[in-house]
């Protein structure tokens, strides 16, 4: 079983939806969990980064963390055809995140 | 913010040889330092995590000896692919840890290696 699980997609969405991005986990340590947005041919950058379990809430993305289902999850409303990208679930246990753990990446797709 | 460069940005190479890639923090001191390798449509596997000054940590399976690691200051790092072949062929991605900041890692544009 792979530490970070993330349904790859691809997911193609009409302009304007609410967009779903999901990841679960095994490794109950992880206690910090970021989302990365990755363009083509691109570095990831950093979109949202959650400690513990919670919401976050910034601007049209909204990150939750259930740590008793060790799930996370990113959404987007009112999606962009410029949101259009793969987006990486990322995790960490400890704080320095040296030993971070990626999703595989879902690829998504929002038509105009 | 935060800004960390990779070059070259992409190369080819024949296969056997060794190709030397740069990982630069432009506006910060990064004490430590990852490298990543992505295949299409995967995701990124941590290859190696190098400390300014001290020999880098590898992952399981990735071998120390073919993938050479150098963190000789706190801006820069280098990752050599010695005697490449295609099947190295993927796209590597640094990432810096700003010692100044609180646990983020800031990456790369990555570089996509092609070995012939």
């Known amino acids: 079983q792979k530490e970070v699980e993330q349904d790859p997609g691809p997911l193609s969405v009409p302009e304007g939806a609410i967009v779903s991005l999901n990841c679960t986990y095994s490794?109950?340590?992880?206690?910090?969990f970021m989302w990365y947005r990755q363009y083509s041919r691109k570095g990831p950058e950093l979109l949202m980064y959650t400690y513990s379990s919670g919401n976050k809430e910034d601007g049209r993305f909204t990150a939750q963390v259930d740590k008793s289902s060790k799930y996370i999850s990113l959404f987007i409303r009112d999606s962009q055809p410029s949101d259009s990208a793969t987006y990486l679930c990322?995790?960490?246990?400890?704080?320095?995140?040296?030993?971070?753990?990626f999703g595989a990446g879902t690829r998504l797709t929002v038509k105009p | 913010g935060a800004v960390v460069s990779q070059h070259p940005s992409w190369v080819i190479c024949k296969s056997g040889t060794s190709v030397k890639i740069e990982c630069r923090s432009l506006?910060?001191?990064?004490?430590?330092m990852f490298w990543y390798r992505q295949f299409p449509k995967q995701s990124l596997m941590l290859m190696a995590t190098s400390n300014e000054g001290s020999k880098a940590t590898y992952e399981q399976g990735v071998e120390k000896d073919k993938f050479l690691i150098n963190h000789a200051s706190l801006t820069l790092s280098t990752l050599t692919v010695t005697s490449a072949h295609p099947e190295d062929s993927s796209f590597y991605i640094c990432?810096?840890?700003?010692?100044?900041?609180?646990?983020?890692?800031?990456f790369g544009p990555g570089t996509r290696l092609t070995v012939l």
């Open positions: 506006d910060f001191q990064a004490t430590t």
């Open positions: 490794n109950s340590a992880f206690q910090y």
């Open positions: 990322a995790m960490s246990a400890g704080y320095n995140n040296n030993d971070m753990r």
């Open positions: 990432s810096a840890h700003d010692r100044g900041s609180y646990n983020e890692q800031f």
